[in-house]
Every structure is written in structure tokens, then in C-alpha cells.
């Protein structure tokens, strides 16, 4: 009876070392309505064949900010499986400035520089906190990056970003993304996800970086009913 009663405490133990590493090494499970939720009418808003992920943002939004920097991360070493767009809001969005952001971004994803000044421009706003809240005090800072100043100017009032605005209007809308809040991302067009369901963990790092593994596990979802 002692003998049985002394291995007790070892048998306890080889159980919960056995627990915590089949907690460890088992794969994460996401729950529709808690993690993610479902599009009520699904749409890619781009074409392809690959998974589509688009982050819904605004460089005034200190979360999209915040989760930049893992995001830069997430995309390199996604960059092979998966399409990823950004897309921000128009001129008359929140505040005055967060409109002259929005119509920014896609005035340099016209000449080709968005992607290059996304982290310069959250560091100027957040870190910075410069003042870019007129379409000349932004043209003024891009040029530091290389950006010809007439051609922003140019592209800022251009017809081709009056449509693109008009067009992430209508997929802030459809998607509900306004009453999310930014970030939010969109896999495939069918599901959203955001740092705000996270609610499973209680750090803000740690919400942010479950986003993207919520993320990785609906694209791995999508490409596996892709092989179907």
C-alpha cells in the first residue's frame, strides 16, 4: 500500500506532462462566431487562385499600427500562397485627416509606392505625430521617399482613385467592416477576423499575433476545400 501511495504522486505527474504536451503540440481550433465570423454573401475582391487575405485599415488607427510590424512578417512568409490587399476608406471617413489618409494610400498604390511608405507614414502619425492632414503637408513628406511631388498631386484628385475610393466604400459596407472597426481582415471573401474576437487572450501583443493565426487557419481551411 506505501509503495502504491508513493507512486501516486509520480504517476500525477507523467499525466500532466503527457496533458500539457498534447496541449502544446496540438493544432489551434477556431470557432465560427467566436474567432471569426461567416460573410452573409461571400466575395473575393480580387480574382485568382490563390487564397485572398485584405486587411481592412486606416494609418490613423493606432491597432493597425501596432499590428504592422507582425504583419510586414506575416506577408513575407506568406508571400507564395496567398493574395493579400489592403484596402482603406474614403474622404468623408471618421475624421477629416483619416479621409486625406485614405485618399492617400491609394493615390501611392496608383504610382506604385503604397506598400514602401506603409511604415514610414504609421511611424510619422503614431510615433512621429506629424501633422499630414492636407493632401499638401502628405505630398510634402512622400517626396522624402522618392515620390515625385505633381505626380501625388496628380493621383491624389485622379479619376482612377475617385473610383478605387468608391469602390472600398461599397466593400466596407458589404463586408460590415464599418461597424468592426479597423483592423479587420477578410479571408476569401468569407470570413472576417479581428483583433477584437480574441478574447481568449488578454494581452494586446498576443491578440494581435492570434489574428494572424486565425488567419493562417482559415486560409489552410480554403486551400484545403480548394483540393476537394
Not at 43 to 70: L, M, N
Not at 128 to 151: C, H, I, N
Request: hydrophobic share 40%; with cysteine.
Amino acid at each position: 500500500m506505501g509503495y502504491r501511495l508513493r507512486l501516486l504522486p509520480w504517476i500525477f505527474l507523467a499525466v500532466c506532462l503527457g496533458f500539457v504536451a498534447t496541449s502544446v503540440g496540438a493544432a489551434p481550433s477556431y470557432k465560427e462566431g467566436v474567432q471569426y465570423r461567416l460573410v452573409e454573401n461571400p466575395q473575393r475582391i480580387t480574382p485568382g487562385a490563390k487564397v485572398e487575405v485584405a486587411e481592412f485599415f486606416s494609418y490613423g488607427c493606432h491597432i493597425c499600427h501596432d499590428i504592422e510590424p507582425y504583419l510586414e512578417s506575416w506577408q513575407k512568409t506568406n508571400a507564395d500562397q496567398v493574395t493579400f490587399v489592403r484596402v482603406t476608406h474614403g474622404p468623408d471617413f471618421f475624421r477629416r485627416s483619416w479621409g486625406v489618409y485614405g485618399q492617400s494610400f491609394y493615390a501611392l498604390e496608383t504610382l506604385g509606392a503604397a506598400e514602401k511608405l506603409n511604415a514610414p507614414l504609421f511611424k510619422a502619425i503614431h510615433e512621429d505625430k506629424e501633422r499630414l492632414d492636407s493632401e499638401s503637408r502628405m505630398a510634402k513628406f512622400v517626396t522624402q521617399y522618392g515620390v515625385d511631388k505633381k505626380a501625388f498631386s496628380a493621383a491624389y484628385d485622379s479619376f482612377a482613385v475617385r473610383t478605387k475610393l468608391k469602390q472600398a466604400e461599397a466593400q466596407w459596407q458589404r463586408f460590415g467592416i464599418l461597424l468592426l472597426g479597423t483592423p479587420a481582415f477578410v479571408v476569401n471573401g468569407k470570413y472576417v477576423v479581428s483583433p477584437g474576437f480574441q478574447q481568449h487572450v488578454s494581452r494586446k501583443e498576443d491578440k494581435l499575433t492570434e489574428t494572424l493565426k486565425v488567419i493562417d487557419f482559415l486560409v489552410a481551411k480554403e486551400q484545403k476545400s480548394a483540393q476537394k
